[in-house]
């Protein structure tokens, strides 16, 4: 291995890795109220809300952030929803509104910035010699950010934090990288030796395993960049689903 010099400070890392542009990335997986009826898709309501803060030179997880958020318009979730995600019914009846989780995840945004000097630059021109760190989103799929956040804040006149309008679509990026369609988040990392820790459509343990994910293919050589930058007032078609 070689180490380089990088930003004030020396990382090791094995030859042939690329040098990464984002020191950090933040993943996150969002579960939401769901119906196997069809009738309520274009209405979902985040009802789990975590993210994991994930350093791309060592590959710790070093913070996480996770809130069950309350549903206001369909506040019973369906015998399909729990069943899937694993979320019971009381603790979204314990859980925050999304406006107030919003404002929980800015605060725990905030505090990261501090501690890890993390900047959200999304482009290389923002990049600077100066100790900043920079980071960013990553999902699995563009719905998390693109889709669900997107119109449930438009729906409830909720303004949706800035920084959340780009990130990494990590299943895009890994069909491109390996050059193969995943099928599905278990099935790519199942494809990359690794096995899916936890439950799946607990949107902490997906996160977890996101970053799991994001990990090793950084090892393998892939670049991490922006997929998707959304312009303002653009929203992807509701239809977009988040399982495939």
């Known amino acids: 291995s070689w180490a380089v010099k990088r930003k004030g400070c020396r990382e090791w890392r094995p030859r042939g890795w690329p040098e990464q542009l984002f020191d950090y990335l933040i993943v996150i997986d969002f579960e939401s109220t769901c119906w196997n009826d069809g009738k309520h898709h274009q209405s979902q309501e985040i009802i789990e809300f975590p993210a ?41 009846d314990e859980g925050v509104p999304l406006k107030i989780c919003l404002s929980q995840f800015c605060k725990w945004i905030q505090k990261i910035q501090q501690q890890k000097k993390i900047t959200f630059a999304s482009g290389v021109a923002d990049l600077s010699t100066s100790e900043v760190k920079l980071c960013a989103f990553v999902t699995w799929s563009d719905w998390d950010l693109g889709v669900c956040l997107e119109y449930e804040c438009k729906r409830k006149q909720l303004l949706k934090p800035v920084f959340l309008n780009s990130w990494i679509d990590l299943r895009v990026t890994y069909k491109i990288f390996y050059k193969r369609k995943p ?16 439950r799946e459509h607990s949107g902490l343990d997906d996160s977890r395993n996101t970053a799991l994910l994001a990990w090793k293919m950084i090892r393998d050589g892939c670049f991490m960049k922006i997929t998707r930058p959304l312009k303002k007032g653009e929203g992807l078609p509701r239809r977009f689903s988040p399982l495939s």
């Open 183 to 198: 099928k599905g988040l278990s099935g790519a990392l199942q494809e990359v030796g690794l096995e899916f820790l936890g």
């Open 52 to 92: 994991v803060l994930l350093n791309t030179s060592t590959g710790e997880i070093e913070s996480e952030f996770h809130a069950y958020v309350q549903p206001q318009e369909h506040p019973i979730l369906s015998e399909f929803c729990v069943e899937l995600t694993g979320i019971k019914q009381a603790q979204v």
